[in-house]
């Protein structure tokens, strides 16, 4: 199964944030922070998610290999069972979050006793025990928590396991999280540009060699290889992008009519540096990390680093298919490691 | 090798004598131009990484018998003359540059030059050995260096958004093999990989490791680093990249103010979670504006959030040991 309980840190020693243990190499986990306190001004919630884990999802690539994905189920209400990560149910990439600018969100993450994980709304800014980081709060585990927000901003963002996180979240677990305005879908912002069409474009890349790694690699020491991050597969919203699986594939592709306006929401979802081309159509940015630019940009590709999301408006004016791509570049070499490819098409 | 100066430094003895560099949280200006000097000793030894291997370094540092890496920061004034002394205590050459600024040009072990130079654009700079580049600015010679607009107290360039407290954020990823090459006087023959990931020198430990809290080793508490303000404490962030890796700098908390990109005044101020740091010696300021946390509900005003890169193999150290990269934190005061 893949599975490995925690050795290290069932003992005393987690409560209260308290330290995760030592570094003895000898396996285990460390510098974790198991808790599942009560939410601090715990008050009723517009809208809920319930969250469980999936460490089994298989992930298959053009080349007919599998890989093994995490991510977040939205069956976690189901205690015990799916929220144990055992009962499958698991997407890459997790479920989409849509919520309505304002309103009270509560994000309730179940994990079993198997793993340690939270949950952190990238981009969103609340309290700092709704925010998902342990070593500042605690991480979730043998239990629920429910992360209570309410977001001020309209935009795009993503949320994202922040445990191991160089691991976790290069193992999928995440999820596009997108707040509308009060005018709901259609407008991007208040005061806003408004849009027909929506596609999604989350790039991320994915090294197969971390992939057999136990959740808590490397946390007490040890040479598990996570400074290097050598991609082997390039996807789009959770697809292999190398081909034409992106291609036609609504909502990643789009198709819009003529004098229509498409809202592209990219997320540069993996840790090397991406450039976006636009196959000959010119965009216009009108947001960027969930924040409106002051003024609009036009633009025919875009440089992203990891974690931003660029709001893109475009109104193509003439047929035709038109091919987006996006270039993962080394964050040292600057080499072209893989590219992803999705359309537009015009009619 | 000069055994004298061939020290073993535990990141201790760094943080604290960077500790002695020049006022960092608040500027005075002076109406008056002043010349300013500073006595840099080029040394080398050994730092010991969070996975405890030790690892070479040289640095830009205040006496013969320290090592510091980087070297101390440095803020000065429009119109200012600066008097750099660098005695090179080393076998090897060596030399100080700021770019568009100054370069001393070859210092050859045993070495000391005075160089003076007027500083006439405000702005965030970084120093660096320049020669056998990128290998001795990546071996640990480098620091920050600012120039505040004259007469200003609270602004980035002239007419910039204003601030209340300054810090420098210096990145740097660290390849040992690289380093036992210079230090054995060898170009590195292999495909860089960075191993080690710091700011300001310092890579974080997180609660219950060794050193955790200790403001001297810990860049997580570090008061260089870590950034302490109550609502309305603006803090303008000189954000440098000491290293070869591009990096997302990412915060917690509040979005960032982007002012500048590469020494150039953005046209238009973005707000933004995450902000492209561009390898060998990108650049950046931005402001931290220590806003209450806007998605809170109920509403704060106090709490501790991170700054980390989000180009996440840098928060590692050694293969693993994930937190003790380059972040830090955040406080709410």
């Known amino acids: 199964m893949g599975m490995r309980r925690r050795t290290t840190t069932d003992g005393g020693g987690m409560d209260g944030g308290g330290g995760g243990g030592g570094m003895g190499g000898m396996g285990g986990s460390c510098y974790i922070y198991p808790a599942t306190p009560a939410t601090p001004g715990l008050t009723n919630a517009d809208v809920t998610f319930n969250l469980g884990i999936d460490m089994q999802i298989p992930l298959t690539m053009d080349d007919g290999n599998t890989i093994n994905m995490w991510g977040f189920t939205d069956n976690g209400g189901n205690m015990g069972m799916d929220g144990g990560g055992m009962g499958g149910g698991g997407t890459f990439p997790s479920p989409a979050m849509r919520v309505t600018q304002g309103d009270i969100i509560h994000t309730n993450l179940n994990v079993g006793m198997m793993w340690v994980h939270t949950i952190h709304h990238h981009g969103i800014e609340p309290e700092y025990r709704s925010d998902g980081v342990g070593h500042l709060s605690h991480d979730v585990a043998n239990g629920t928590y429910t992360y209570q927000w309410r977001p001020a901003h309209a935009g795009t963002y993503f949320y994202h396991c922040h445990t191991n996180t160089v691991l976790h979240a290069e193992m999928g677990m995440y999820g596009a999280l997108i707040v509308d305005p009060p005018e709901g879908p259609g407008t991007l912002f208040s005061g806003g540009p408004r849009y027909d069409v929506e596609a999604f474009w989350v790039v991320d890349e994915i090294d197969s060699s971390w992939h057999t790694l136990p959740w808590d690699a490397g946390t007490c020491g040890g040479d598990v290889g996570l400074n290097e991050l050598n991609p082997d597969y390039f996807v789009i919203t959770g697809v292999d992008g190398s081909g034409d699986s992106a291609m036609n594939t609504p909502p990643i592709s789009a198709t819009v009519q003529r004098g229509q306006k498409l809202l592209a929401r990219y997320i540069c979802a993996g840790y090397h540096p991406q450039k976006i081309r636009f196959g000959g159509l010119t965009g216009k940015i009108y947001a960027s990390d969930g924040r409106p630019l002051p003024k609009p940009v036009s633009v025919t590709e875009i440089r992203a680093c990891s974690a931003e999301r660029y709001d893109i408006i475009f109104e193509p004016t003439e047929r035709g298919t038109y091919l987006i791509e996006t270039d993962i570049i080394h964050w040292v070499t600057g080499d072209v490691l893989g590219t992803t490819r999705t359309s537009i098409t015009v009619v | ?333």
């Open chain 2, 1 to 333: 090798m000069d055994r004298r100066n061939f020290l073993k430094f535990s990141s201790a003895g760094i943080a604290s004598a960077l500790l002695g560099s020049t006022g960092l949280l608040s500027w005075a200006p002076r109406a008056e131009a002043a010349t300013i000097s500073k006595t840099f000793y080029i040394t080398e030894g050994f730092i010991t990484q969070p996975d405890g291997v030790d690892v070479y370094f040289r640095g830009f540092s205040p006496s013969t018998n320290n090592l510091t890496v980087p070297g101390a920061q440095m803020i000065v004034q429009e119109g200012d003359t600066v008097r750099i002394t660098i005695v090179n205590t080393l076998g090897t050459s060596h030399s100080f540059k700021i770019d568009g600024v100054v370069d001393s040009g070859r210092i050859y072990g045993g070495q000391t030059r005075t160089i003076e130079f007027q500083v006439n654009k405000a702005g965030t700079y970084m120093y660096y050995d320049a020669r056998n580049a990128p290998y001795n600015r990546l071996v640990g010679l480098h620091g920050g260096f600012a120039v505040m607009p004259k007469g200003s107290s609270d602004e980035v360039y002239a007419g910039s958004p204003n601030f209340v407290q300054q810090y420098f954020w210096l990145f740097h990823d660290i390849d040992p093999v690289w380093h036992n090459s210079i230090r054995n006087r060898r170009t590195p023959g292999t495909t860089y990989s960075p191993r080690y990931f710091t700011i300001n020198g310092l890579s974080g430990r997180p609660p219950g490791s060794a050193g955790s809290g200790d403001p001297a080793i810990d860049a997580m508490h570090d008061p260089l680093s870590a950034l302490h303000g109550h609502i309305g404490d603006r803090t303008l962030l000189r954000v440098l990249n000491a290293g070869q890796c591009q990096q997302s700098v990412h915060t917690h908390g509040n979005h960032m103010d982007w002012l500048t990109d590469n020494g150039q005044i953005r046209d238009e101020i973005w707000s933004k979670d995450c902000i492209y740091l561009e390898g060998n010696m990108g650049k950046f300021d931005a402001i931290f504006p220590f806003a209450p946390p806007p998605d809170a509900h109920p509403p704060v005003t106090t709490g501790v959030y991170p700054m980390h890169l989000h180009t996440e193999m840098s928060q590692t150290a050694g293969g693993g040991l994930y937190m003790f990269g380059s972040l830090t934190d955040i406080f709410f005061e």
